[in-house]
């Protein structure tokens, strides 16, 4: 089975043995070269050397036996003589002489046993040519010596001492015979001493190299191994990596190759499983996000017990509708009024989500949407909606030009313009429904007030109305215009709405007039001096034209003049009067 088809453990393992196996090597064979040096050592050590040593003492006992016999003879020739002291210089002569013939011996054994040693590549010629020198010399020694020893005792007993000096010079001259010998086997002797030290040193070159040369042939291959495995193990890991970036990035259309059976293989399968069920989960949600808001989706799937409980929460609603919707489409077939619809949604969808915020539904040519926990603080819901109010807004001029382009004619029958309307208050939050359908929505007063605010600009002539709730959460944020004070139904309790004028210090001096003056007119309305009221709404029309407040308010005064108000009028318009 190929190498890359095993498993992660057994790829370990593997390198690990191989590893071991190498080491071993490399340590028998330093074991082995190392025993062959230390063989090699002990020879020098245990024999040639010690045979060189023999060699020279052998020479040094020659000298101590003729220092013997020398004084040997001179305590016979003394008058009268002294035979004890005689008999004691004849023992040392006698053991020198016995002794050189010990050295001679013990270094003749040690080169045999280094010719027998088959360990060793030493010169055995050589050293059989010196062993058979060694014995020659010393049997010739002993040859030479032996006749004119007992002439020299013979004469010493005798006191001549001319014939005695005589017969000493001449075994001097043997003595001095053997010493050369001995001198040039030892040359040759210490020849061989070198050449096994060369040897020896040659020896442990050599097991240096090997040792190295296998060392770092060793680590060639097992890092050749590891560097096999681990690419095998790393560039399937690395593959990982990068399709979990492009998951983590939101792309899911590029599966891992896999190129091994290990468990990382067995981990980029299960990976190319999950991502193809990713793959699948987003074309759910994706699907729900055209249908449910996307924030929605991901909130019910990351905490579904919310959906499930319901949570009572401080919101922010916004309702916009289409104004001359029903004229516009009185006139338009299926097609085109779907079209439109689409182009209309798609556009002022925009800001919302722009802004954070989450469309909850659309109704006929009405767009439901809100802003607050979880999805948003609830410090920021209340300015997010106001921004996405005024961008919309700021959509009416360039969607007024493209709906006739949509249609293919030259003019809308009727001018679309928008209403919306925003309140912030407490509202349940959950999913509505039955067994068969529900759907993820808020419920309470905060939404029937954005519902009605909404309605309410048709009859104001405005765009944005808030509540106070909003109006006070938005704080100093934006310019505001008081239009009135509202009772909705089902409300007792009237509140004043605002309008949304735009961005803090966005107003021209002309809409900063018309607040001047609106305010004014307000103010003389509910103290029920109409008449310094319709002044005031009437200057604030000369600062803006067709302002629909104004003229709203300058309408309402003239009915009141001519039906007056009761006395516990309160300045309020209460929608259920209507």
Request: with cysteine.
């Amino acid at each position: 089975m190929p190498i890359f088809n095993q498993s992660i453990r057994r790829k370990i393992v593997g390198i690990a043995l191989g590893l071991i196996v190498l080491m071993l090597v490399t340590a028998i064979l330093s074991m082995v070269m190392s025993s062959q040096v230390g063989v090699l050592l002990d020879e020098l050590t245990n024999r040639y050397i010690p045979a060189y040593g023999d060699l020279a003492r052998a020479n040094i006992r020659s000298l101590e036996r003729a220092v013997a016999l020398r004084r040997m003879v001179m305590t016979k020739m003394q008058s009268p003589s002294d035979e004890e002291a005689y008999a004691a210089r004849l023992r040392e002569f006698e053991e020198a002489d016995r002794k050189i013939e010990e050295e001679a011996e013990r270094a003749r054994a040690f080169i045999n046993a280094i010719i027998d040693d088959p360990r060793t590549p030493s010169d055995n010629a050589t050293l059989a040519r010196i062993e058979t020198r060694i014995e020659t010399a010393v049997t010739e020694l002993r040859r030479d010596m032996n006749e004119d020893h007992a002439k020299l005792l013979k004469q010493v007993d005798a006191k001549q001492a001319a014939e005695a000096r005589s017969t000493l010079e001449h075994l001097d001259a043997i003595r001095d015979q053997f010493n050369q010998k001995i001198d040039v086997i030892r040359a040759d002797m210490l020849k061989q001493v070198y050449a096994s030290t060369s040897q020896v040193i040659r020896h442990q070159h050599q097991a240096i190299i090997i040792s190295g040369v296998v060392t770092v042939l060793a680590a060639v291959v097992g890092f050749t191994f590891a560097l096999l495995v681990s690419s095998g193990i790393t560039r399937p890991v690395r593959l990982l990596l990068a399709g979990t970036r492009e998951v983590e990035a939101g792309r899911f259309d590029k599966p891992i190759t896999v190129s091994t059976q290990d468990e990382i293989g067995e981990l980029a399968s299960a990976f190319n499983r999950m991502v193809e069920q990713l793959r699948q989960n987003e074309r759910i949600r994706e699907t729900f996000g055209r249908y449910i808001d996307p924030k929605v989706v991901q909130g019910l799937i990351d905490r579904p017990e919310v959906a499930i409980d319901g949570q009572r929460r401080v919101m922010t609603i916004m309702f916009c509708d289409m104004s001359g919707f029903t004229s516009m489409s009185e006139g338009m077939t299926p097609r085109g009024l779907v079209k439109v619809m689409n182009h209309y949604f798609t556009v002022m969808s925009g800001p919302i989500r722009n802004n954070r915020g989450v469309i909850d539904k659309y109704i006929g040519d009405a767009i439901m949407s809100y802003w607050g926990p979880p999805f948003i603080e609830e410090a920021e819901q209340a300015e997010l909606a106001c921004l996405a109010a005024i961008d919309m807004a700021d959509q009416v001029p360039e969607l007024q030009k493209q709906l006739p382009d949509l249609l293919g004619i030259r003019a809308m029958p009727a001018p679309c313009d928008l209403r919306i309307g925003i309140a912030t208050g407490e509202v349940l939050t959950g999913s509505i429904g039955s067994d068969l359908m529900m759907s993820f929505t808020v419920m309470g007063d905060a939404v029937n007030l954005a519902s009605r605010l909404e309605a309410v600009n048709k009859a104001y002539g405005t765009r944005i109305l808030i509540a106070q709730a909003t109006a006070d959460a938005i704080g100093p944020r934006f310019e505001l215009r008081e239009i009135d004070r509202l009772a909705v139904v089902g409300q007792s309790v009237p509140q004043p709405v605002f309008e949304v004028l735009g961005r803090a210090g966005a107003l021209t001096v002309a809409q900063e007039t018309l607040r001047k003056h609106y305010a004014e007119g307000l103010a003389a309305y509910r103290a029920r001096s109409f008449d310094a009221a319709g002044a005031a709404f009437n200057a604030a029309l000369e600062s803006v034209p067709g302002d629909g407040p104004s003229r709203t308010m300058l309408a309402r005064i003239a009915q009141l003049k001519v039906n007056p108000p009761a006395a516990d009028w309160d300045g309020a318009w209460r929608m259920d009067s209507k």
